[in-house]
T-cell receptor, first 113, second 114 residues
Framework: EDKVVQSPLSLVVHEGDTVTLNCSYE??????LLWYKQEKKAPTFLFML????IEKKSGRLSSILDKKELFSILNITATQTGDSAVYLC?????????????FGKGTKLSVKP | NAGVTQTPKFQVLKTGQSMTLQCAQD?????MYWYRQDPGMGLRLIYY???????DKGEVPNGYNVSRLNKREFSLRLESAAPSQTSVYFC?????????????FGPGTRLTVT
């Protein structure tokens, strides 16, 4: 059975800290891995990763994929209170249900002032 | 562009009542999806529509029906609501050329069934 596992499930840090969120997966016919940020409402897209070892970066956020070890990390440097959210990892596969993104349960990040 | 819109934002139903959740997107996307999100369970796919006129079951379709009315609109119907359907429902869409990923989500509908 395909699955996506995120760790930790929750994390509390202080402003200025650097955090690393983890996502491991077991998916047949892996196509891509995506990261989303979810605040009070809809998930918003952060990154899509398809190739191993190529870092994607957006401001203080960065992510990398390891297709050999089947995991991805999301790094946030110099955290701010506005980074407080649930971070979702999802995996898309070739074939099967075309629409199916398999989501992990998310990591809830709380950044304290 | 409003993106993906959903109505209503909140709804309380009694067991056995029916209702339809509405979703519309103005991005000319081909594919649309319905998810439910429960505490500790992540997002689970209920139904999706790869294009106008087609719909397919996702991971948790039981108790739901969908209708892809046109390219813009994709509705989710609960024929006889049950407490187990208490959840937050998200609609999403994606352009065909990006496949089943980089989905754009609506703001969600919080449904409580008593």
């Amino acid at each position: 059975e395909d699955k996506v596992v995120q760790s930790p499930l929750s994390l509390v840090v202080h402003e200025g800290d650097t955090v690393t969120l983890n996502c491991s997966y077991e998916v047949t016919n892996f196509r891509s891995l995506l990261w989303y940020k979810q605040e009070k409402k809809a998930p918003t897209f952060l990154f899509m990763l398809t190739s191993s070892g190529i870092e994607k970066k957006s401001g203080r956020l960065s992510s990398i994929l390891d297709k050999k070890e089947l995991f991805s990390i999301l790094n946030i440097t110099a955290t701010q209170t506005g980074d407080s959210a649930v971070y979702l990892c999802a995996v898309a596969a070739y074939g099967g249900s075309q629409g199916n993104l398999i989501f992990g349960k998310g990591t809830k990040l709380s950044v304290k002032p | 562009n409003a993106g993906v819109t959903q109505t209503p934002k909140f709804q309380v139903l009694k067991t056995g009542q029916s209702m339809t959740l509405q979703c519309a997107q103005d991005m000319n996307h081909n594919s649309m999806y319905w998810y439910r999100q429960d505490p500790g369970m992540g997002l689970r796919l209920i139904y999706y529509s790869a294009s106008e006129g087609t719909t397919d079951k996702g991971e948790v379709p039981n108790g739901y029906n969908v209708s892809r009315l046109n390219k813009r609109e994709f509705s989710l119907r609960l024929e006889s609501a049950a407490p187990s359907q208490t959840s937050v429902y998200f609609c999403a869409s994606t352009p065909r050329d990006r496949g089943p990923y980089e989905q754009y989500f609506g703001p969600g509908t919080r449904l409580t069934v008593t």
